[in-house]
């Protein structure tokens, strides 16, 4: 069975190649099957592979599929492999489940786009590059799946390509990911020219035996590089900046590659090198602030959108800043099992998301929506679970289970701290506020807009699949309070370090009494956002605009303006400099050598001109010149 | 005598094309498609052939430092020429020529298909000079008497001259009288780096010869070496180009019909990159190595600046030539780094922006050829117009911004990673290059085909003949970005001979390079041999070279 292991990224690939082959000949119907098949199938293949996996680990508990060198040059020879182990097994589970769930809801959600197949084509592409990026065995095949996600993300973004604005969106996610990418290739240059391999596991196991001993300057420096790929992909500060305008996507589009998968890949690549920040603790450190920083920054921003996407977008930048918080502080399952939570609860919420701005005409205002609990009965329901997971709410939200194991792991981490802890706190609180605030808005009070369509079964089963995670997903890995049922855990520990919890704070956060003040500060939060919006909306949007807040509201609008400053700082004086040298500044100095053949040439011409006089007095001069030179000297 | 037959056969083919084509047009475009398709079938077959002895040697001991006596080359004709000056019709072909006669032929091919419609006037005369432009390509490759390489490197600029000056676009005279006289000034300054090698060689041994393979491991002063040194580099870094030297290039390829432009991008500026790899650097190893830093220098702003300017430009066909200028920044720097890795990177990274660069051109001149304009300013939307030209763009462009899953990926990474070990900040650069390589790509992207569609144009979606020659090269980039082992392995045995032939010298530093250490272990003896071979050639640059 394992040995089918490189069926499951195939699958989607063919199912690409396919469309783009035949995709017209097909129509929708024969469209929708190929691509929502082959994800389908490549699920179950994900599902009947990692079931015999976990039925009987193999030696190692890890499988490696080497399917065949990539190329081989001078004793560097990637291989075109993949390796299967359990952080693996749940991103994949993940990426083939959640994506063919979405894909089904596309089939109805794109039914009356033009570009039908070409979203097929683009999301099955996706589907593989994300497969691979797990899956590979080396840095430069996951890089491979790397930057083949970040082009579907481009196109999918990019995807109603008529309006200037989208494609613009799309440009700007592919760019600034690229800068983050280039600090990640930079990591991988250094990291072959000290080990001689970009094979994760040969490549770990060589930094672990030689540390810490000559090469830590090097493990830093690695860390750090990988950390710029890292924060670029998962929109992390300061390269954040590109995620809420990727909301130009699809509504599936956001669900799966801007909230599922995608943007964790830097939580990914981050717990597969756990080793490297390991050994550089300063590179962890700089991953715990990088995380607590954007938590708290995405946050603020969240609580004050207008645009329904954009709002669970910075919701979504916040939420992966937990996932790095945890694993700054040594927290790597922790942080895979937010990441799995995440992918169920934020894609439920975006597909809702989707299915209400499609039944008011691709209405994005929230303050423009409002009564939808009676018209939209499925969608609210399915919303309200996914919010209350965001939010944390306890026991019944998988959401709880893994952001409160988050908040317990930075304050009992040994590499954890009070700062960490209260800044967790504080974002829980700010969760709970602006994800009962979209839920509030959306499905409570007047109705304002006429509801124009409804869901029907392919948007809704997603819906309450979806839901029905987002209940069950968090009973993997129950605390120690609640019975300690953990398998999740157990999985994890076959290829993560576990989290180093020590000492009297780690007794604490692991107690009933921390999990009782997560549990306190979630429900003020979601409290508070009740009293807000629902019997005060009035007050708080006029205290929203008073002049002595607003600049504060813009400033968290606008992202605390990343924008405003790349803007200035990097974007308009590149253009400038184009537009300036757009002649080719270099040509000048031909051209000038050209032209001072050309001026010398008219100069002498000009002077033969048959006048006698003028030669006699040149004549004249000259002789004049050379004795006074002779005399004088 | 095969090798001699792929200089023959496009160059009688030539005047049967300008005869066929009094007939009729469609005879010439005949000739010319056979005359391509024939040596390129040749020289696919002798690559097949060549497979196991290409990469069976690569595991026995190695080609020796010279390459000819070990039998790393296929040595085919050595008839004297003007005996009395030494010059020789010298040909030779080891697995880099094998690669850039592929090209050669390939893309010969491809602009004889591309100019199928476009080219109505004079047709005969065109498919001439095109097939001439392809023999004196084959020749230059072929070439191992220096006086013979410096013929052919002549006998082509000057049907290319009248391609672009006769068939081109609006500034045509300008644009062919700058590319001619960068292209020949620089070749003189090589002219004159030859004869005067050649009358040192002479002095010191009594031979006066032309002959490549006598004339490695002339003894000479460093500084001379230097100044030698830089009549090739000269010449080559106006072919490649490098920057500063580049500015006929965007000239030259917006003003040259799209057959020009492909032969242009995709094998004559490949030359430059060529002669350093088999000329400049064997011949002066130490003054390379000293040149080092200078060049890595040049290649950097070639890769950013070349970019920037691609940005920034509205003319679509401009913009792709700009793109040349930033991809040839990475082969420079790759030639300049001299490993394995770099090397290998810089062979592939041939080929594969001749093939990413030439569909550019091609779709560009389609684009033309139907729109009558290449300024993007009045584009935009054109996918809907036409959604598989759409497409074909994005890949090329995805190609262009070195996307992982093509081969321009693999050939800039090993580049990088190569060049890496010798200067971090070369490396550094490149990468940050990559970067200004997708802001232009996907801006082009944008102006041209997606946004909204504002001009109400409409026209015909690619031709059958387009649809076969894009598909190809797609095919062909997929491949060489999964598995571009067979072009490895046969260049291998040159960048091997290449290592061995300047190992010990300051351009191969011991123990910098992980790659070429552990590749030397495996074939003890033959270092030794490269560097008993040089050992006269280093023992000047011990002198100090500047």
Redesign the interface.
């Known amino acids: 069975m394992l040995s089918l292991l490189w069926l499951i990224p195939a699958l989607p690939a063919a199912g690409s190649v396919l469309l783009?082959l035949f995709g017209r000949r097909l129509g929708r119907g024969g469209t929708a099957w190929v691509g929502t098949g082959s994800v389908s199938l490549s699920a179950v293949l994900a599902l009947l592979v990692c079931g015999s996996f976990l039925a009987a680990p193999p030696a190692g508990d890890a499988y490696r599929q080497v399917l065949?060198?990539?190329?081989?040059?001078?004793?560097?020879a990637p291989a075109?492999g993949l390796h299967l182990d359990a952080v693996s097994i749940v991103w994949v589970l993940v990426i083939t489940v959640v994506g063919f769930l979405i894909h089904l809801y596309s089939v109805e959600h794109m039914e009356r786009d033009d570009g039908f197949t070409r979203f097929f084509i683009y999301m099955d592409l996706f589907v593989f590059s994300m497969l691979v990026l797990v899956l590979a065995d080396n840095l430069?095949l996951l890089?491979?799946g790397?930057?083949?996600v970040g082009?579907c993300s481009?196109?999918l973004i990019?995807f109603w390509?008529?309006?200037?604005q989208n494609?613009?969106s799309?440009?700007k996610a592919?760019?600034v990911t690229?800068?983050g990418?280039?600090a990640l290739?930079?990591g991988?240059?250094?990291l072959?020219?000290h080990y001689?391999t970009l094979e994760i596991g040969q490549l770990m196991h060589l930094v672990a035996s030689r540390s810490p001993a000559p090469d830590s300057g090097v493990v830093l420096a690695a860390g750090l590089l990988l950390l710029g790929g890292a924060v670029g992909k998962s929109a992390q500060a300061p390269l954040q900046t590109w995620l809420p305008d990727a909301m130009a996507g699809p509504s599936p589009v956001s669900a799966l590659i801007h909230a599922a998968t995608m943007v964790t890949a830097g939580v990914y690549l981050i717990a597969r090198t756990n080793v490297l920040y390991t050994l550089a603790p300063d590179a962890r450190l700089a991953v715990a602030i990088v995380g607590t920083v954007t938590l708290l920054l995405a946050g603020f921003s969240a609580l004050v959108q207008r645009d329904l996407k954009r709002a669970l977008a910075y919701s979504t930048i916040s939420q992966i800043g937990y996932m790095f918080l945890a694993l700054g502080v040594s927290g790597w399952e922790a942080a895979v099992f937010h990441f799995m939570t995440h992918a169920f609860f934020k894609a439920l919420l975006f597909l809702a998301a989707g299915v209400v701005i499609v039944a008011l005409a691709d209405e994005h205002d929230i303050f423009r929506m409002g009564g939808l609990r009676r018209e939209l009965p499925a969608v609210f329901a399915t919303f309200t679970v996914g919010a209350a997971a965001l939010a944390a709410l306890p026991l019944v939200t998988d959401g709880f289970y893994s952001k409160d194991l988050i908040i317990a792991t930075s304050l009992g981490s040994v590499d954890g701290g009070a700062w960490f802890y209260v800044a967790s706190l504080i974002g829980a609180f700010v969760t709970g506020l602006y994800s009962f605030r979209l839920v509030w808005l959306v499905f409570f009070g007047a109705r304002r807009t006429e509801v124009s369509r409804r869901p029907r079964w392919r948007q809704l089963v997603p819906l309450y699949a979806l839901a029905a995670l987002s209940v069950t997903g968090g009973f993997v890995w129950m605390p120690a309070w609640l019975g300690g049922f953990e398998p999740l855990r157990k999985l994890l520990d076959t290829a993560l370090p576990p989290a180093p919890m020590e000492g009297a704070a780690a007794h604490f956060a692991e107690s009933v009494g921390a999990a009782l003040i997560t549990i306190l500060v979630v429900a003020a939060g979601v409290g508070l956002s009740y009293v807000l919006w629902m019997p005060r909306r009035e007050r708080t949007q006029a205290f929203a605009a008073a002049p002595s807040v607003q600049p504060l509201v813009a400033l968290w609008l606008g992202g605390w303006g990343f924008d405003w400053f790349y803007e200035r700082v990097f974007v308009r004086p590149?253009k400038r400099?184009?537009?300036w040298?757009?002649h080719?500044l270099?040509?000048h100095?031909?051209g000038g050598i050209a032209w001072l053949n050309l001026a010398g040439w008219r100069g002498l011409s000009a002077g033969q001109n048959g006048r006698l006089r003028g030669y006699l007095a040149v004549t004249g001069l000259g002789v004049v010149l050379v004795l006074a030179v002779v005399v004088l000297r | 005598m095969i090798l001699l037959w792929y200089v023959l056969i496009p160059t009688v083919a030539a005047p049967l094309a300008w005869l066929a084509g009094r007939r009729s047009p469609a005879a010439a475009r005949w000739v010319a498609l056979a005359g391509t398709a024939a040596p390129l079938a040749l020289v696919a077959a002798q690559w097949i052939a060549a497979t196991d002895r290409l990469s069976a040697a690569f595991t026995a001991a190695g080609p020796g430092a010279a390459g000819l006596a070990a039998g790393s080359w296929v040595v085919d004709l050595r008839a004297p020429w003007i005996d009395s000056l030494g010059i020789s019709f010298f040909v030779a072909a080891d697995g880099l020529t094998l690669i850039m006669l592929l090209l050669t032929f390939g893309l010969g091919l491809l602009s004889v298909l591309c100019s199928w419609r476009g080219i109505t006037t004079r047709v005969g005369a065109f498919h001439f000079m095109l097939l001439w432009t392809v023999a004196g390509l084959a020749g230059v490759f072929l070439a191992l008497d220096l006086f013979l390489f410096y013929f052919f490197f002549e006998m082509m600029l000057i049907p290319m001259y009248f391609l672009i000056a006769v068939w081109g676009h609006e500034r045509r005279v300008y644009s062919a009288v700058k590319f001619f006289i960068f292209t020949q000034v620089s070749g003189l300054l090589m002219l004159v780096a030859i004869v005067a090698l050649v009358l040192i060689h002479g002095r010191a041994t009594g031979v006066y010869t032309f002959d490549f393979t006598q004339l490695l491991g002339t003894p000479l002063p460093a500084g001379t070496a230097f100044v030698l040194m830089l009549g090739f580099f000269a010449a080559f870094a106006v072919k490649l180009p490098a920057w500063p030297l580049h500015t006929w290039l965007p000239d030259a390829h917006t003003d040259a019909p799209t057959a020009g432009s492909v032969l242009l991008a995709g094998v004559l500026i490949k030359i430059g990159a060529y002669g350093m790899l088999r000329f400049m650097a064997p011949l002066f190893p130490d003054a390379v190595a000293a040149f080092r830093t200078w060049a890595l220098a040049l290649g950097a702003i070639g890769i950013i600046y070349g970019a920037v300017l691609a940005y920034a430009q509205s003319d679509m066909k401009r913009l792709v030539a700009y793109t040349s200028v930033s991809h040839m920044g990475f082969v420079l720097i790759g030639v300049f780094a001299w490993n394995e890795l770099a090397l290998q990177g810089v062979v592939l990274q041939l080929v594969c922006h001749a093939l990413s660069t030439g569909a550019l051109f091609i779709l560009v001149g389609g684009l033309q050829d139907r729109i009558h304009t290449r300024d993007m300013a009045r584009m935009g939307g054109l996918w809907r117009v036409a959604p598989r030209m759409g497409g074909t763009a994005m890949f090329f462009a995805m190609a262009a911004l070195g996307l992982p899953g093509l081969g321009n990926f693999v050939a800039e990474f090993l580049i990088l990673v190569g060049v890496w070990q010798v200067s971090r900040w070369a490396a550094v650069l490149g990468a940050v290059g990559l970067v200004f390589a997708t802001v232009y790509a996907l801006w082009m992207m944008q102006r041209a085909f997606q946004g909204e569609e504002t001009h109400r144009l409409s026209f015909p979606d690619l031709t059958r003949i387009e649809v076969g020659m894009f598909a190809s090269m797609i095919v062909a980039l997929v491949l060489l970005g999964f598995w571009p082992q067979p072009l490895i392995v046969t260049a291998r045995q040159t960048v091997d001979g290449l290592q061995r032939m300047t190992a010990g010298t300051a351009l191969v530093a011991p123990g910098a390079d992980a790659s070429t250490s552990t590749d030397g272990a495996s074939g003890g003896p033959a270092v030794t041999d490269g560097a008993a071979d040089t050992g006269s050639a280093p023992a000047t640059g011990d002198g100090g070279a500047p």
């Not at chain 1, 390509?161 to 200037?164: F, K, L, V």
């Open positions: 783009v065949w060198t990539w190329f081989d040059v001078g004793g560097f075109i430069l890089y491979l790397w930057e083949g082009l481009y196109l990019a390509q008529e309006d200037a494609v613009y799309g440009r592919f760019i690229r800068v990418d280039t290739i930079a991988l240059f250094l072959f020219t001689h590149v400099f184009a537009h040298a757009r080719d270099v040509d100095v031909v």
